[in-house]
C-alpha cells in the first residue's frame, strides 16, 4: 500500500492522479471530512496530531511525503514538526520507503524552506529507511497564485535581480514522484528537478503576453528592497529579512542550475513555461491584473 499525504495539493494530485490512472491501490490522507481523492482509499489525519497517524499508515509499505503547514511570519516552519513526525510514525508502522518532496538548494541553517526542509531530510536519513529526495526548482504554479508578485498593474516584480532559476511544472514533479512509488525509476538518491531552460523574470514575462493579449512589464525589486516592501504589505520584518536572503541567493545565481532528473526518472522531458500557460491560459487571465 501506498500512503499519499498532501494528495489534494499540486504535486501531490499529481501524484494522485498516476496512481489512480495506472491502477495502482494507494490511501490519500486529508485533513477535513467530505474530501473525495479518485482511485485513492481516504482516511483522515492531521500532522499537527500525531496520533492520528498510525491508523492512516497501518499496513504501508510506502510513503509519499509532501504536506505541512502555511509559511509562518516569525519562527520555525510548522512543517519541520510535522513532516518529523510523519517519518516516525512511518518507522513505527513498517513503512519501508519514502518519497520525500523537499526543495533545490535544502541547506541547514538557511532561512524558511531551504533550511526547514534540510532539517527534515537529515532526520530522514538518519529514520533508517529507504529514502528518495526530490528537490524542485520554482513551479509554474506560482504563476496562478500570485506568488510571483504581480503589480497592480499587472507587470512582474522581479526580487531576483535578472537572475535565472529552472521553473517547472508541479505535474512533472508529482511524474517523479508516482515513478519511484510504482517502480518505474530507481528508488533512492537525492534529485534536484528542474525544467528544461533556466527563465529569468523578462523570460516569465515574454511567455505570458500571448496568453494575456499585452506586453508584461517587469519591474525590478533589488533584494535590498525586499524588506521594506514586504513589511509594507504587512509581514514581519523577520520574514521579510529571511526572504530578501534567499532573493540575494538566487540573484548571485544560487537557483541557475538546470538538470535531466525529470527525463531520466520518467522517460520524458519536463514541461517548457511556453505549453503551461497555453493550458491554463483562462486561469492567467482571471488571476492576473489587468492594467487600468
Known amino acids: 500500500m501506498i500512503v499519499v499525504l498532501g494528495a489534494t495539493g499540486a504535486i501531490g494530485g499529481a501524484v494522485a492522479r498516476r496512481l489512480a490512472q495506472q491502477g495502482v491501490p494507494f490511501r490519500a490522507v486529508v485533513r477535513r471530512a467530505g474530501v473525495d481523492v479518485p482511485g485513492a482509499e481516504v482516511v483522515r489525519a492531521d500532522l499537527d496530531d500525531p496520533a492520528s497517524l498510525p491508523a492512516a499508515l ?62 527534515i531530510e537529515a532526520h530522514l536519513a538518519a529514520s533508517g529507511l529507504e529514502d528518495t529526495v526530490l528537490r524542485p526548482s520554482g513551479f509554474f504554479q506560482n504563476l496562478l ?95 521579510a529579512q529571511d526572504v530578501a536572503e534567499l532573493s540575494r541567493g538566487a540573484a548571485a545565481g544560487e537557483l541557475a542550475e538546470l538538470t535531466d532528473a525529470v527525463e531520466r526518472l520518467t522517460g520524458r522531458p519536463p514541461r517548457d513555461v511556453t505549453d503551461f500557460v497555453a493550458e491554463h491560459a483562462d486561469d492567467l487571465r482571471r488571476v492576473v491584473p489587468q492594467p487600468v
Open 58 to 119: 497501518a499496513g504501508a509499505e510506502q510513503l509519499f511525503l509532501n504536506a505541512g503547514g502555511a509559511v509562518p511570519a516569525d519562527g520555525e516552519q510548522p512543517m519541520v514538526a510535522q513532516q518529523v513526525a510523519a517519518v516516525d510514525a512511518a518507522v513505527a508502522a513498517g513503512v519501508r520507503h519514502i518519497v520525500k518532496i523537499s526543495v533545490q538548494g535544502a541547506t541547514p541553517g538557511r532561512p524558511l524552506a531551504v533550511g526547514a526542509h534540510a532539517g
Open 145 to 239: 497564485t500570485g506568488v510571483s508578485a504581480f503589480t497592480d498593474e499587472g507587470d512582474l516584480l522581479d526580487p531576483y535581480d535578472g537572475g535565472a532559476v529552472g521553473y517547472l511544472d508541479a505535474d512533472d514533479i508529482g511524474a517523479v514522484a508516482a515513478a519511484a512509488l510504482t517502480g518505474a525509476a530507481p528508488r533512492g538518491g537525492v534529485h534536484t528537478l528542474t525544467g528544461p531552460r533556466l527563465l529569468t523574470h523578462d523570460d516569465l514575462a515574454g511567455a505570458l503576453a500571448p496568453v494575456l493579449g499585452r506586453r508584461v512589464g517587469v519591474v525590478p525589486l533589488p533584494p535590498d528592497e525586499v524588506v521594506a516592501f514586504l513589511v509594507d504589505r504587512g509581514l514581519s520584518a523577520t520574514f
